[in-house]
């Protein structure tokens, strides 16, 4: 935390909103640590996506990984490290999509690309098109957000839902009422740069839509879902707020609030990261088991 504090938070220094310099590091390909894993590029439709499958991981269970990035930054290419963890310790591949980003492609957009992702990814394996024995739907910050976005178009569109999702330091307000905006100093990102994250995805579009914030969203009937967010960040309250949501709409509902920890930090290679890792593989294959 004390190495994370000594550069400003992005979007911290007055209005300094660099969209350019944020879309460059997000986008930059990182490959996994792992030389053994694969990393297969493929598209759905034109949208761009990569699965990555560790040794050993089951290609009919798949796990469809929604990258961060505001909404308006982030790739598939720069997540391939985070998803060759999730590959090995979950035993299953995991899909990258390039959904479209803000604000050439406003809301819903992203939404809509995230979906179509989904229902491939149930039909088309990383050796083909074969069925997906078994799904789960994750991403972190604005792929938190469409992770649970998601699920609730899946939901109303009664198509056949994962069984279960993941949501990690889920942005899930875009009306900017949670309280740790204002009482966190994220040492990650800066709560200064919502605005500007929001005003370029939304477009104007009404902020209290539950498939742009889903804190307002109703969860009945939506599977288990596991939130996990740092105590240090900006957007803890938005992962507290939409998980008392969902549990009070009848959800199952997994809450873990990491001590000491910070804006995705599941990425940052801490001893906590492994572990959140792990916790998310154990809460994966207990949704085998109730099955």
Same mark, same amino acid.
């Given at each position: 935390?004390?190495?994370?504090?000594?550069?400003?938070?992005?979007?911290?220094?007055?209005?300094?909103?660099?969209?350019?310099?944020?879309?460059?590091?997000?986008?930059?390909?990182?490959?996994?640590?792992?030389?053994?894993?694969?990393?297969?590029?493929?598209?759905?439709?034109?949208?761009?996506?990569?699965?990555?499958?560790?040794?050993?991981?089951?290609?009919?269970?798949?796990?469809?990984?929604?990258?961060?990035?505001?909404?308006?930054?982030?790739?598939?290419?720069?997540?391939?490290?985070?998803?060759?963890?999730?590959?090995?310790?979950?035993?299953?591949?995991?899909?990258?999509?390039?959904?479209?980003?803000?604000?050439?492609?406003?809301?819903?957009?992203?939404?809509?690309?995230?979906?179509?992702?989904?229902?491939?990814?149930?039909?088309?394996?990383?050796?083909?098109?074969?069925?997906?024995?078994?799904?789960?739907?994750?991403? /972190?910050? $604005?792929?938190?957000? @469409?992770?649970?976005?998601?699920?609730? %178009?899946?939901?109303?569109?009664? #198509?056949? *839902? =994962?069984?279960?999702?993941?949501?990690?330091?889920?942005?899930?307000?875009?009306?900017?009422?949670?309280?740790?905006?204002?009482?966190?100093?994220?040492?990650?990102?800066?709560?200064?740069?919502?605005?500007?994250?929001?005003?370029?995805?939304?477009?104007?579009?009404?902020?209290?839509?539950?498939?742009?914030?889903?804190?307002?969203?109703?969860?009945?009937?939506?599977?288990?879902?596991?939130?996990?967010?740092?105590?240090?960040?900006?957007?803890?309250?938005?992962?507290?707020?939409?998980?008392?949501?969902?549990?009070? /709409?009848? $959800?199952?509902?997994? @809450?873990?609030?990491?001590?000491?920890? %910070?804006?995705?930090?599941?990425? #940052?290679? *801490? =001893?906590?990261?492994?572990?959140?890792?792990?916790?998310?593989?154990?809460?994966?294959?207990?949704?085998?088991?109730?099955?």
């Amino acid at each position: 935390m004390r190495e994370l504090r000594k550069h400003p938070a992005f979007g911290a220094v007055g209005n300094d909103f660099n969209l350019g310099a944020l879309r460059q590091g997000m986008g930059m390909r990182q490959e996994p640590a792992d030389k053994n894993v694969r990393c297969l590029r493929t598209r759905v439709g034109d949208m761009p996506c990569e699965w990555v499958v560790a040794p050993g991981a089951d290609a009919e269970l798949r796990l469809l990984y929604l990258h961060g990035g505001g909404f308006v930054s982030g790739s598939g290419a720069n997540y391939l490290p985070l998803g060759a963890l999730l590959s090995a310790a979950a035993q299953c591949a995991v899909l990258l999509p390039d959904y479209r980003l803000a604000p050439e492609h406003r809301f819903p957009a992203a939404v809509e690309d995230c979906v179509r992702a989904y229902e491939w990814m149930m039909a088309h394996g990383p050796l083909g098109q074969t069925s997906a024995r078994a799904a789960f739907v994750a991403g /972190d910050s $604005a792929g938190g957000n @469409l992770t649970l976005a998601t699920l609730l %178009v899946l939901r109303d569109r009664r #198509r056949p *839902l =994962p069984l279960a999702g993941i949501a990690l330091s889920a942005c899930t307000d875009l009306t900017l009422s949670s309280e740790s905006l204002r009482t966190e100093e994220d040492p990650i990102c800066s709560a200064r740069a919502m605005p500007f994250f929001a005003d370029l995805y939304l477009g104007g579009a009404d902020p209290r839509n539950p498939l742009a914030s889903p804190v307002f969203g109703d969860y009945t009937g939506i599977p288990p879902l596991l939130v996990q967010v740092g105590e240090h960040e900006m957007l803890r309250d938005d992962s507290i707020r939409v998980a008392a949501k969902a549990r009070a /709409d009848g $959800a199952d509902v997994k @809450l873990e609030v990491w001590p000491g920890q %910070v804006h995705v930090f599941q990425i #940052r290679g *801490l =001893p906590e990261s492994q572990q959140a890792i792990e916790s998310i593989a154990d809460f994966m294959r207990a949704s085998l088991a109730r099955r």
